[in-house]
């Protein structure tokens, strides 16, 4: 089935920690993007790409990095995990062209950091 | 002011009445407009798109767009229980340097009771 898979679906970790959230999308889609939901913030986009080999910052960059070497691939890199990164993260794809291209999500990955 | 703003509810509604949810948004450069539905502890799903002015009807679902008012709704109509859920107006820019780039509000939780 065609989608996005996100890995691991949850997690704990120790604040210092590095820890590199997975996403992996089939849909040849070429913008990709990273956001985290925290309750009464809603959903904040984290870094995004638009194409393999770009990539840029988001609403909340600060101690997140991405890299995107191909096009299926965006993973999201915690350096130094701290607990105000506790969060639930998606990974979303879409297509930039056109107006009706909407986002699909991944499952998401529920981040604890103690 | 936030790019897109929603009342965060909740929201009730008796299960055969008519549920409205709106949310207006800063940019008048935004193109596109979505609604997607969030049940608790899943990732968003997407309901409807609009992009031109007027009324857009899919099933229950109404999405209606005021662009000079930067204003956009959804109706469900005859709700349904199982219409409990959190509902995210997000916005799309297709210009400039945010091209492609969603902006989501904080979401309204909507409660449909028997």
């Known amino acids: 089935i065609a989608g996005i898979t996100q890995a691991p679906t949850s997690q704990i970790l120790a604040a210092g920690r590095r820890m590199t959230l997975r996403c992996t999308q089939d849909?040849?889609?070429?913008?990709m993007y990273w956001y985290r939901q925290d309750l009464g913030l809603g959903l904040r986009l984290i870094h995004y790409?638009?194409?393999?080999?770009?990539?840029g910052k988001g609403e909340v960059p600060d101690g997140y990095s991405v890299s995107r070497a191909n096009t299926d691939d965006f993973p999201l890199t915690l350096a130094s995990a701290v607990p105000s990164q506790t969060s639930v993260y998606f990974c979303?794809?879409?297509?930039?062209?056109?107006?009706?291209?909407?986002?699909?999500f991944g499952n998401g990955t529920r981040l604890t950091v103690t | 002011q936030k790019e897109v703003e929603q009342n965060s509810g909740p929201l009730s509604v008796p299960e055969g009445a008519i549920a409205s949810l709106n949310c207006t948004y800063s940019?008048?450069?935004?193109?596109?407009f979505f609604w997607y539905r969030q049940y608790s502890g899943k990732s968003p799903e997407l309901i409807m798109f609009?992009?031109?002015?007027g009324d857009k009807e899919d099933g229950r679902f109404t999405a209606q767009l005021n662009k000079a008012s930067q204003y956009v709704s959804l109706l469900i109509r005859d709700s349904q229980p199982s219409d409990s859920a959190t509902y995210l107006c997000?916005?799309?820019?297709?210009?400039?340097?945010?091209?492609?780039?969603?902006?989501f509000g904080r979401g309204t939780q909507l409660t449909v009771w028997p």
């Open positions: 979303a794809s879409s297509e930039i062209q056109g107006s009706n291209s909407p986002l699909h």
């Open positions: 849909m040849r889609h070429n913008a």
């Open positions: 790409s638009n194409t393999a080999g770009t990539t």
């Open positions: 940019d008048r450069g935004s193109q596109s």
């Open positions: 609009i992009y031109s002015n």
């Open positions: 997000a916005v799309k820019r297709d210009r400039g340097s945010t091209l492609g780039r969603l902006y």
